[in-house]
C-alpha cells in the first residue's frame, strides 16, 4: 500500500521535474550515494557487480544492467529504487530512501548524469598505462649517434645511456646469419650461406638477407607456429573421444599462407573473426574464421550439451581477448574482474558475439574435402549468474567494455565483423601494442611487455614503454605490415647485439636489453634442427599433418596403430605439420614445453629436464639424425676436417682449438674400443647434435 | 675452484665413481637455483612425504562398495521417488530407469567397524588404517571432465596435476629418478596424458610414465651401437664442450643443461635397477601377488622408498554401465590382494606414516540403474555423492568422514568438494593451499582453484 502511494507520488513527480533546477553532481547526487549506496555498492563491496563510487563502473553498471543511462529515466538504479518488489527495492531490506532524493537522481540522469572527470573517482584500472591510447612519442636523442640504426635503438639506447650503460658490441657475422635463420626460418643456415656472408663486405649485404629470408615460404611456417599456438590449434576434439578433426589443417595452411603473404593483420584479424560476415566473402576468408573452430568438444557428453557448448563460447571470448588483447577476460566469467575494468555483465556482452554463432563445413571446390568454418546465427545471450549456465541472469547485447573506446556498429545489431573492426580501430590501445610485443618476444626470447598475455593491471609493465608505443604506431602507419616491423626490429642495432657480452654485469634480467639474449628454441624447432642438419629433413608445405611414431608401450591408443603405418620420408617433415591430439601431446614435443592445444599459448616455457636429454640422446628420431648426420661426416678427408665440418654444420662456426681437442680424443678413445668407423662418426654426431649450443639461438 | 673440480674430472672421464660425480652434481645444485626439482621447505609441517594415488579408473560404485544402503532394497525395482529429483542432473540415465539395491553385502571391519562391501575384505582389514569419505562431489559427470577434475581441481582441460603441484611445491627428494611418475595399468584414463599432465607448470613437472614393457622410461636406453663406455665417453665430451661454452657465455642456465645430462645418465642406471624386483622376497612378491597392478603398486612403494614425491597407478574398468552383479567381484578382486599388501607393506617399513595412499575415482555411480533389466543392470555416473578413502600420510585411520541420505544420492553431512580434498592434500604435504600459486593468465592459479578448505577431520588432532 505504502509502495503503491509512493509510485504515485513518483508519477507526479516525474511530471512535474522537467522544470527542474539543474542537478548538480557535487552537491545534489554524491551524497546521496554516499548515504544510501556506497555501503553495499562502494569500495568494500559490489553487490551484484555494481560501484557507485567511480564514474566509470556507475556507468558500467551492475549485473543487471547499467545504473544510470545519460538523458533518460531507464537506468536499472532509478528501477530499483521504486521497485515493487521486496527482492528488488533499493535499498535492500530497508525502508525505501525519500522520495524528494530518488527525483533528484531521477532528474539527474535525465539531464545527462553529469559527473565530473575531476570527481570521477581514484580508478587505477581506468588510468592505467595500456588502457591509454597510443600517442607516438618523439625519438629520443642520444650522446652515442654512432650505434644508431633505426628509431629502436634511439629508445634502447636513450634508457641504456641513462643508467650509464649503453648497447652490447654488434655480434659477429656467424652468430648474426645463424640468429636470422633461426628468428625467422626455424632452419639452420647451410656452411656455404654462412661463408658467403661472412665474406660479404657489401654494405647492405644484411639487408639483402634479411629480405631473402623474409621472402622464403619457410618464414610463414615459423611464424605462422607463433600464431597457432595462440589459436590454440589442434586437430582433435579434446576430452574423452578426441576425435580427429580430420580437415583442420586447413586452417594452419591459412594461417601459413597468410603470414607468408604479408596480409596486414588488421585483414588477418578481420577474417579470422568475421571472414564470414564480409560482403561477398572469399573461400579463403571464410577458412580463416577456423580461428575459432579450434574450440574443445565434448562428444560424449552425456547430460547437457549445452554445457560443453557454453564452454567453447567462452573459449571463444576468452582467446579473443587473450590473442588480440592481452586481456583475461575469463576473470570475468563468475564476477567482475578483481583487476581489470571488465564488469561481469560485460564480459556477456563480448560472448554474446561468439554465442550466436553456428558451425559450418566450407565445401572446397578442388577436391571432395570441406573445412571447418563459423556461421552467423541467432540465439540471446543472457548473463550466466556466478559463470554457470543453468542460472541464466538478464539478457544482454553483443557490445563491448567501456573502459575501451566505443564500438560503431554497422547497424543497430552488432556483430562479429563490428567487433573485428573495433579491434582494429587504430584508436584501440592494446590490440597494436599486444601485436608488437609479441614480434618482439620472438626476436628477443622475452616481451618489451614480459607478460604478453595480460597487458592488464595485474600484468608486468614495460621497461620501454615509448618503445612499445611507438612501435604499434609505426606498425598502423606501415599498413598493418608484420614483414615490415620484423625487417624493422632485425635492422636494427638492438637485435644485432651479441648476447653474451656484459652478461654477469647489471640488469641481469635484460630487461632494458642491453645485449641480445640468448634461449633454447621451442619444441619443433629443435626437431627441425635436427632434421635439417643431419640430411633427412623434407620440407614440403601444406597439406594433412603427418604423425610420427609413438613409441611403442607408451600408450595403446587408437592413433597409434595408425601412426605406426606412416610411410617414408613424410615422417621427416618439419615439426609445424605433426598432427596435435589434444590428450596425447607427442612425447617428443611434450619433452620440450610444446603447445597441446587445449588452451591457447602466449608463450612457451623453457624447461632443462633430464628427459630432453634422453629424448635428444636415444629417441628413435633422433638416433636416426646422429646416424645420417654421422654418415655425412663420413666423406673422404682428414679426421680433423670431418670435425671441422660437423661443428659449422651444427653450430653455424668453426670449432676451437680445445675444442678441436675434445672431438678428436673422442674419435680416438671410441676407436681404441674398438668401434667401426660408421659407429664412432654416429657416435661425434650425436655429440654434436645434443651441445647446448646446437638448440640455442644466441 | 669448482669450475677446475670440473675440468678434472672432465679430464678423468669416466673414470671417477658414480659417488664423486653426484657430490659434484649436489653441489651444482645448490648453486643452480634454477633447478625446478631442488627440494623446497614446506609452509608448516609436513606429515605425508610422499603420494601414491590410486586412481579407479571409470568410476567406482559408492552404494555397492563403500556407502551401506538398506534402503535400496525398499525401493528395488522402483522409480527413484520425486524428491530425489529436483535440482539433480542425470547423465546417460534417466528418472525412468528403477532404483537397484546392490548384489552384494556391506560387512563391519577392523576395531572401528568400519562398513564396506563384503568385495573388499582384505582392504577391509586395514580399516583401522583408513579414513573413509563417503561425502566427495563435484559437477563433472563425464569421464575426461571428471578425471581433469580429480586430477586439476577443474573440469576443464589445460591445468597442472596434482603430482605437478607437488613436485613444483616440494621438489623431488631423489634426483636419480623423475619425482612424479605414472604406472598405467589397462587403458588409459579417458583424458590421457592430461591426467598427468603439467599444464602451464614447466615440462620439469610432467608425470613420467614408467612402462611395463622395455626400459621402464622412454628413450632410457642408448642405442645399441654404444657400449657403456663409449657412451659415457660422448657424455663426458658433451660436458666438457657445454663447460667451455659456460665459460665464453656466462651464462648460468647451462649448468642446468650440464646438471640434466648427469642425470638423465644415471636415470639410466636407477630406472632399470627400480624396475628389477628380484631382490624383493619371495613372501613380499606373493603378498602382491602376481598382475600387472600388483607390480605397479609394488614398484610404487620401491619408487616412494626412494624418494619420489608422487605416484600415480591407475587400474581399469570400473565404468560398470552394464552387469554390475556379474563383474564388479572380479573387479574387486584385481584390487583388494594388491591394495591390502601395499598398505601392510609400508606399515611394515614404517613407511605409511610419511606416505599418503589415495583410493579413488574420477565419480560414483547411481542408485538408479542404467537399462531396465535388473539382472543385467549397472549404474550410471553419478559426481554428487560418492567414496574415496585415504590411509597414512598423517590421515587419521579407523574413521568415516561425512554421509549421504538414504540412497546415496545427495551429501548430507560433511560435504567434501574435489577442491576441498585438494587442499587437504596438499595440507598433509605441508602446503597451504591458497599459497602454493603460480601466476597464469594474471591470476595467481593454485591446485584448489578459487574454494578449497581442508577437512580437519582427517587430520591427526
Given at each position: 500500500?505504502?509502495?503503491?502511494?509512493?509510485?504515485m507520488f513518483?508519477?507526479?513527480?516525474?511530471?512535474?521535474h522537467?522544470?527542474a533546477?539543474?542537478?548538480?553532481?557535487?552537491?545534489?547526487?554524491?551524497?546521496?550515494?554516499?548515504?544510501?549506496?556506497?555501503?553495499?555498492?562502494?569500495?568494500?563491496?559490489?553487490?551484484?557487480g555494481?560501484?557507485?563510487?567511480?564514474?566509470?563502473?556507475?556507468?558500467?553498471?551492475g549485473?543487471?544492467?547499467?545504473?544510470f543511462?545519460?538523458?533518460t529515466?531507464?537506468?536499472?538504479?532509478l528501477?530499483?529504487?521504486?521497485?515493487?518488489?521486496?527482492?528488488?527495492?533499493?535499498?535492500?531490506?530497508?525502508?525505501?530512501?525519500?522520495?524528494?532524493e530518488i527525483?533528484?537522481?531521477q532528474?539527474?540522469?535525465?539531464?545527462?548524469?553529469k559527473?565530473?572527470?575531476?570527481?570521477a573517482?581514484?580508478?587505477?584500472?581506468?588510468n592505467?598505462?595500456?588502457?591509454?591510447?597510443?600517442?607516438?612519442?618523439?625519438?629520443?636523442?642520444?650522446?652515442?649517434?654512432?650505434?644508431l640504426?633505426?628509431?629502436?635503438?634511439?629508445?634502447?639506447?636513450?634508457r641504456?645511456?641513462?643508467?650509464?650503460?649503453?648497447?652490447?658490441?654488434?655480434?659477429?657475422?656467424?652468430?648474426?646469419?645463424?640468429?636470422?635463420?633461426?628468428?625467422?626460418?626455424?632452419?639452420?643456415p647451410?656452411?656455404?650461406?654462412?661463408?658467403r656472408?661472412?665474406?660479404?663486405?657489401?654494405?647492405?649485404?644484411?639487408?639483402?638477407?634479411?629480405?631473402?629470408?623474409?621472402?622464403s615460404?619457410?618464414?610463414g611456417?615459423?611464424?605462422?607456429?607463433?600464431w597457432l599456438?595462440?589459436?590454440?590449434?589442434?586437430?582433435?576434439d579434446g576430452?574423452?573421444?578426441?576425435?580427429l578433426?580430420?580437415?583442420?589443417?586447413r586452417f594452419?595452411?591459412?594461417?601459413?599462407?597468410?603470414?607468408?603473404?604479408?596480409?596486414?593483420?588488421?585483414?588477418f584479424?578481420?577474417?579470422q573473426?568475421?571472414?564470414?560476415?564480409?560482403?561477398?566473402?572469399t573461400?579463403?576468408?571464410?577458412?580463416?574464421?577456423?580461428?575459432h573452430?579450434?574450440?574443445?568438444?565434448?562428444?560424449?557428453?552425456?547430460?547437457?550439451?549445452?554445457?560443453?557448448?557454453t564452454?567453447a563460447?567462452?573459449?571463444?571470448?576468452?582467446?579473443?581477448?587473450m590473442?588480440?588483447?592481452?586481456?583475461?577476460?575469463?576473470?570475468?566469467?563468475?564476477?567482475g574482474h578483481?583487476?581489470?575494468?571488465?564488469?561481469h555483465?560485460?564480459?556477456?556482452?563480448l560472448?554474446?558475439f561468439?554465442?550466436k554463432?553456428?558451425?559450418d563445413?566450407?565445401?572446397?571446390?578442388?577436391?571432395?574435402?570441406?573445412?571447418?568454418?563459423?556461421?552467423?546465427?541467432t540465439?540471446?545471450?543472457?548473463v550466466h549468474?556466478?559463470?554457470?549456465?543453468?542460472q541464466?541472469?538478464?539478457e544482454?547485447l553483443?557490445?563491448t567494455?567501456?573502459?575501451?573506446?566505443?564500438l560503431?556498429?554497422?547497424?543497430?545489431?552488432?556483430?562479429?565483423l563490428d567487433?573485428?573492426?573495433?579491434?582494429?580501430?587504430?584508436?584501440?590501445?592494446?590490440?597494436?601494442?599486444?601485436a608488437?610485443?609479441?614480434?618482439?618476444?620472438?626476436?628477443?626470447?622475452t616481451?618489451?611487455?614480459?607478460?604478453?598475455?595480460?597487458?592488464?593491471?595485474?600484468g608486468?609493465?614495460p621497461?620501454h614503454?615509448?618503445?612499445l608505443?611507438?612501435?604499434?604506431?609505426?606498425?598502423?602507419r606501415?599498413?598493418?605490415?608484420?614483414?615490415?616491423?620484423?625487417?624493422l626490429?632485425?635492422?636494427?642495432?638492438?637485435y644485432?647485439?651479441s648476447?653474451?657480452?656484459g652478461?654477469?654485469?647489471?640488469?641481469?634480467?635484460?630487461s632494458l636489453?642491453g645485449?641480445?639474449?640468448r634461449?633454447r628454441?621451442?619444441?619443433?624447432?629443435?626437431?627441425?634442427?635436427?632434421?635439417?642438419?643431419?640430411?633427412?629433413?623434407?620440407?614440403?608445405?601444406?597439406?594433412p599433418?603427418?604423425?610420427?611414431?609413438?613409441?611403442?608401450?607408451?600408450?595403446d591408443?587408437?592413433?597409434?596403430a595408425?601412426?605406426?603405418?606412416?610411410?617414408?620420408?613424410?615422417?621427416?617433415?618439419?615439426?609445424?605439420?605433426?598432427?596435435?591430439?589434444?590428450?596425447?601431446?607427442?612425447?617428443?614435443?611434450a619433452?620440450?614445453?610444446?603447445?597441446?592445444?587445449?588452451?591457447?599459448?602466449?608463450?612457451?616455457?623453457?624447461s632443462t629436464?633430464?628427459?630432453?636429454?634422453?629424448?635428444?640422446?636415444?629417441?628413435?628420431?633422433?638416433?636416426?639424425?646422429?646416424r645420417?648426420?654421422?654418415?655425412?661426416?663420413?666423406?673422404?678427408?682428414?679426421?680433423?676436417?670431418?670435425?671441422r665440418?660437423?661443428?659449422?654444420?651444427?653450430?653455424?662456426?668453426?670449432?676451437?682449438n680445445?675444442?678441436?681437442?675434445?672431438?678428436?680424443?673422442?674419435?680416438?678413445t671410441?676407436?681404441k674400443?674398438?668401434?667401426?668407423?660408421?659407429?664412432v662418426?654416429?657416435?661425434?654426431?650425436?655429440?654434436?647434435?645434443?651441445?647446448?649450443?646446437?638448440?640455442?639461438?644466441? | 675452484?669448482?669450475?677446475?673440480?670440473r675440468?678434472?674430472?672432465?679430464?678423468?672421464?669416466?673414470?671417477?665413481?658414480?659417488?664423486?660425480?653426484?657430490?659434484?652434481?649436489?653441489?651444482?645444485?645448490?648453486?643452480?637455483?634454477?633447478?625446478p626439482?631442488?627440494?623446497?621447505?614446506?609452509?608448516?609441517?609436513?606429515?605425508?612425504?610422499?603420494?601414491?594415488?590410486?586412481?579407479l579408473?571409470?568410476?567406482?560404485s559408492?552404494?555397492?562398495l563403500?556407502?551401506?544402503?538398506?534402503?535400496?532394497?525398499k525401493?528395488?525395482g522402483?522409480?527413484?521417488?520425486?524428491?530425489?529429483?529436483?535440482g539433480v542432473?542425470?547423465?546417460?540415465?534417466?528418472?525412468?530407469a528403477?532404483?537397484?539395491?546392490s548384489?552384494?553385502?556391506?560387512?563391519?571391519?577392523?576395531?572401528?567397524?568400519?562398513?564396506?562391501?563384503?568385495?573388499?575384505?582384505?582392504?577391509g582389514?586395514?580399516?583401522?588404517?583408513?579414513?573413509?569419505?563417503?561425502?566427495m562431489?563435484?559437477?563433472a559427470?563425464?569421464?575426461?571432465?571428471?578425471?581433469?577434475?580429480?586430477?586439476?581441481?577443474?573440469?576443464?582441460?589445460g591445468?597442472?596435476?596434482?603430482?605437478?603441484?607437488?613436485?613444483?611445491?616440494?621438489g623431488?627428494?631423489?634426483?636419480?629418478?623423475?619425482?612424479?611418475v605414472?604406472?598405467?595399468?589397462?587403458r588409459?584414463?579417458?583424458?590421457?596424458?592430461?591426467?598427468?599432465g603439467?599444464?602451464?607448470?614447466s615440462?620439469?613437472h610432467?608425470?613420467?610414465?614408467?612402462?611395463?614393457?622395455?626400459?621402464?622410461?622412454?628413450?632410457?636406453?642408448?642405442?645399441?651401437e654404444?657400449?657403456?663406455?663409449?657412451h659415457?665417453a660422448?657424455?663426458?665430451?658433451?660436458?666438457?664442450?657445454?663447460?667451455?661454452?659456460?665459460?665464453?657465455t656466462?651464462?648460468?642456465?647451462?649448468?642446468?643443461?650440464?646438471?640434466?645430462?648427469?642425470?638423465?645418465?644415471?636415470?639410466?642406471?636407477?630406472?632399470p635397477?627400480?624396475a628389477d624386483?628380484?631382490?624383493?622376497?619371495?613372501?613380499?612378491?606373493e603378498?602382491?601377488?602376481?598382475?600387472?597392478?600388483?607390480?605397479?603398486?609394488?614398484?610404487?612403494?620401491?619408487l616412494?622408498?626412494?624418494?619420489?614425491?608422487?605416484v600415480l597407478?591407475?587400474h581399469?574398468?570400473?565404468?560398470?554401465?552394464?552387469?554390475?552383479?556379474?563383474?564388479?567381484?572380479g573387479?574387486c578382486?584385481?584390487?583388494d590382494?594388491?591394495?591390502?599388501?601395499l598398505?601392510?607393506?609400508?606399515?611394515?617399513r614404517g613407511?605409511?606414516?610419511?606416505?599418503?595412499?589415495?583410493?579413488?575415482?574420477?565419480?560414483?555411480?547411481?542408485?538408479?540403474?542404467?537399462?531396465?533389466d535388473?539382472a543385467?543392470?549397472?549404474?550410471?555416473?553419478?559426481?554428487?555423492?560418492y567414496?574415496?578413502?585415504l590411509a597414512?600420510?598423517?590421515?587419521r585411520?579407523?574413521?568415516?568422514?561425512?554421509?549421504?541420505?538414504e540412497?546415496?544420492?545427495?551429501?548430507?553431512?560433511?560435504?567434501?568438494?574435489?577442491?576441498?580434498?585438494?587442499?587437504?592434500?596438499?595440507?598433509?604435504?605441508?602446503?597451504?593451499?591458497?599459497?602454493?600459486?603460480?601466476?597464469?593468465?594474471?591470476?595467481?592459479?593454485?591446485?584448489?582453484?578459487?574454494?578449497?578448505?581442508?577437512?580437519?577431520?582427517?587430520?591427526?588432532?
Open positions: 500500500m505504502r509502495l503503491a502511494l509512493l509510485a513518483m508519477v507526479v513527480l516525474l511530471g512535474s522537467a522544470v533546477e539543474p542537478v548538480d553532481f557535487a552537491r545534489d547526487v554524491r551524497p546521496i550515494f554516499a548515504k544510501r549506496c556506497v555501503g553495499c555498492h562502494g569500495p568494500k563491496k559490489h553487490e551484484g555494481l560501484r557507485l563510487d567511480l564514474r566509470r563502473t556507475t556507468f558500467q553498471g549485473d543487471s544492467g547499467p545504473a543511462v545519460p538523458g529515466s531507464t537506468g536499472e538504479a528501477k530499483r529504487l521504486v521497485s515493487k518488489d521486496e527482492k528488488l527495492r533499493m535499498p535492500l531490506h530497508e525502508e525505501p530512501i525519500p522520495a524528494k527525483a533528484t537522481l532528474a539527474w540522469a535525465e539531464q545527462g548524469a559527473w565530473p572527470e575531476e570527481l573517482g581514484q580508478d587505477p584500472a581506468a592505467h598505462w595500456a588502457f591509454r591510447s597510443i600517442q607516438r612519442p618523439a625519438i629520443p636523442t642520444v650522446s652515442n649517434r654512432s650505434r640504426r633505426n628509431a629502436i635503438d634511439a629508445f634502447v639506447l636513450a641504456l645511456e641513462a643508467t650509464s650503460s649503453t648497447l652490447a658490441p654488434e655480434a659477429d657475422r656467424r652468430t648474426l646469419v645463424r640468429r636470422l635463420y633461426l628468428d625467422l626460418h626455424g632452419l639452420p647451410s656452411p656455404g650461406e654462412i661463408d656472408f661472412a665474406q660479404d663486405a657489401s654494405p647492405n649485404s644484411y639487408e639483402r638477407l634479411v629480405d631473402r629470408l623474409l621472402a615460404p619457410h618464414f611456417e615459423r611464424w605462422g607456429r607463433h599456438d595462440l589459436a590454440r590449434f589442434a586437430e582433435s576430452y574423452e573421444n578426441d576425435n578433426r580430420q580437415n583442420a589443417w594452419r595452411d591459412w594461417v601459413i599462407e597468410a603470414v607468408n603473404r604479408d596480409q596486414p593483420f588488421n585483414q584479424t578481420i577474417d573473426l568475421a571472414g564470414d560476415l564480409r560482403p561477398g566473402a573461400l579463403e576468408q571464410k577458412v580463416a574464421t577456423g580461428f573452430r579450434n574450440t574443445l568438444w565434448n562428444s560424449a557428453a552425456s547430460g547437457d550439451k549445452e554445457e560443453f557448448r564452454l563460447i567462452k573459449d571463444r571470448t576468452d582467446t579473443t581477448g590473442a588480440w588483447m592481452g586481456l583475461t577476460l575469463g576473470c570475468a566469467q563468475c564476477h578483481k583487476y581489470d575494468p571488465i564488469a555483465r560485460e564480459y556477456y556482452q560472448y554474446a561468439f554465442n554463432t553456428d558451425h563445413e566450407l565445401k572446397l571446390g578442388d577436391s571432395k574435402t570441406s573445412a571447418p568454418v563459423l556461421r552467423e546465427g540465439r540471446p545471450t543472457r549468474t556466478r559463470g554457470s549456465f543453468l541464466p541472469g538478464v544482454v553483443p557490445s567494455p567501456v573502459f575501451l573506446p566505443p560503431r556498429p554497422r547497424d543497430a545489431k552488432a556483430d562479429r567487433l573485428a573492426n573495433w579491434l582494429v580501430n587504430p584508436s584501440h590501445p592494446l590490440t597494436a601494442r599486444v608488437v610485443n609479441r614480434f618482439w618476444i620472438h626476436l628477443f626470447g616481451g618489451l611487455v614480459p607478460t604478453p598475455e595480460n597487458f592488464g593491471t595485474n608486468t609493465p621497461k614503454p615509448e618503445l608505443d611507438w612501435l604499434a604506431s609505426e606498425f598502423v606501415q599498413g598493418w605490415s608484420r614483414k615490415a616491423m620484423i625487417r626490429i632485425v635492422l636494427s642495432e638492438t644485432r647485439q648476447s653474451v657480452a652478461m654477469k654485469e647489471t640488469d641481469s634480467a635484460n636489453f645485449r641480445q639474449n634461449f628454441v621451442e619444441a619443433e624447432i629443435v626437431r627441425d634442427l635436427s632434421l635439417s642438419t643431419s640430411g633427412l629433413l623434407v620440407t614440403t608445405f601444406g597439406g599433418s603427418i604423425v610420427p611414431a609413438f613409441p611403442e608401450g607408451f600408450l591408443q587408437k592413433f597409434t595408425e601412426a605406426l603405418k606412416m610411410p617414408g620420408a613424410d615422417r621427416h617433415r618439419r615439426g609445424i605439420y605433426i598432427h596435435v591430439q589434444r590428450t596425447l601431446q607427442h612425447p617428443t614435443l619433452a620440450f614445453d610444446g603447445a597441446d592445444g587445449n588452451q591457447p599459448c602466449a608463450r612457451r616455457d623453457r629436464t633430464p628427459l630432453q636429454a634422453l629424448t635428444l640422446l636415444n629417441d628413435p628420431v633422433y638416433v636416426e639424425c646422429a645420417s648426420l654421422g654418415n655425412r661426416l663420413l666423406s673422404p678427408g682428414t679426421t680433423e676436417e670431418r670435425l665440418h660437423g661443428f659449422e654444420l651444427c653450430l653455424s662456426r668453426s670449432p676451437k680445445r675444442e678441436l681437442v675434445v672431438l678428436k680424443d673422442l674419435v680416438s671410441q676407436l674400443l674398438g668401434m667401426k668407423e660408421e659407429v662418426w654416429f657416435g661425434i654426431a650425436r655429440v654434436l647434435l645434443n651441445l647446448e649450443e646446437f638448440t640455442t639461438r644466441e | 675452484m669448482l669450475h677446475d673440480r675440468q678434472f674430472l672432465a679430464k678423468t672421464g669416466g673414470g671417477l665413481g658414480l659417488a664423486a660425480l653426484a657430490t659434484l652434481l649436489a653441489e651444482d645444485r645448490l648453486l643452480a637455483d634454477t633447478d626439482l631442488r627440494v623446497r621447505p614446506t609452509h608448516f609441517k609436513a606429515t605425508a612425504k610422499s603420494g601414491i594415488f590410486i586412481f579408473v571409470g568410476g567406482t559408492q552404494v555397492d563403500f556407502d551401506s544402503k538398506p534402503a535400496l532394497a525401493l528395488h522402483k522409480p527413484i521417488p520425486e524428491s530425489f529429483r529436483k542432473r542425470l547423465g546417460q540415465t534417466t528418472f525412468a528403477p532404483v537397484m539395491q548384489p552384494f553385502m556391506f560387512r563391519r571391519y577392523g576395531q572401528c567397524g568400519m562398513e564396506m562391501s563384503e568385495l573388499l575384505p582384505q582392504i582389514a586395514c580399516a583401522d588404517d583408513i579414513a573413509l569419505v563417503r561425502s562431489h563435484h559437477a559427470f563425464d569421464h575426461a571432465p571428471g578425471e581433469i577434475m580429480l586430477s586439476t581441481g577443474k573440469e576443464q582441460p591445468r597442472p596435476t596434482m603430482g605437478s603441484w607437488l613436485t613444483y611445491g616440494l623431488s627428494e631423489n634426483r636419480d629418478l623423475p619425482g612424479y605414472v604406472l598405467l595399468n589397462g588409459s584414463p579417458k583424458a590421457r596424458s592430461l591426467v598427468w603439467n599444464g602451464f607448470l615440462a620439469s610432467q608425470g613420467v610414465i614408467f612402462r611395463g614393457k622395455g626400459s621402464p622410461i622412454l628413450d632410457l636406453a642408448t642405442p645399441k654404444f657400449s657403456p663406455e663409449s659415457r660422448q657424455l663426458d665430451a658433451i660436458k666438457t664442450l657445454n663447460e667451455f661454452r659456460r665459460e665464453e656466462g651464462d648460468s642456465k647451462l649448468d642446468s643443461q650440464i646438471a640434466a645430462y648427469e642425470l638423465a645418465y644415471r636415470m639410466q642406471s636407477a630406472a635397477e627400480l624386483l628380484s631382490k624383493e622376497t619371495k613372501a613380499t612378491k603378498a602382491y601377488g602376481e598382475s600387472g597392478f600388483a607390480r605397479s603398486l609394488l614398484l610404487a612403494r620401491r616412494i622408498e626412494r624418494g619420489v614425491r608422487h597407478v591407475t581399469p574398468e570400473w565404468d560398470l554401465h552394464e552387469k554390475i552383479n556379474q563383474s564388479l567381484p573387479i578382486r584385481e584390487i590382494q594388491p591394495i591390502a599388501a598398505l601392510k607393506d609400508l606399515k611394515g613407511l605409511l606414516d610419511s606416505t599418503l595412499v589415495t583410493c579413488a575415482s574420477e565419480f560414483g555411480r547411481t542408485a538408479i540403474t542404467q537399462g531396465k535388473l543385467t543392470a549397472g549404474r550410471d555416473h553419478h559426481p554428487h555423492a567414496s574415496i578413502w597414512g600420510g598423517g590421515v585411520g579407523g574413521q568415516v568422514i561425512g554421509a549421504t541420505d540412497l546415496g544420492w545427495k551429501v548430507t553431512e560433511d560435504p567434501v568438494h574435489m577442491n576441498d580434498f585438494h587442499a587437504t592434500l596438499l595440507h598433509l604435504f605441508g602446503l597451504d593451499h591458497k599459497k602454493l600459486t603460480f601466476r597464469h593468465q594474471g591470476l595467481d592459479a593454485r591446485l584448489t582453484d578459487v574454494a578449497g578448505t581442508v577437512v580437519k577431520k582427517l587430520l591427526h588432532a
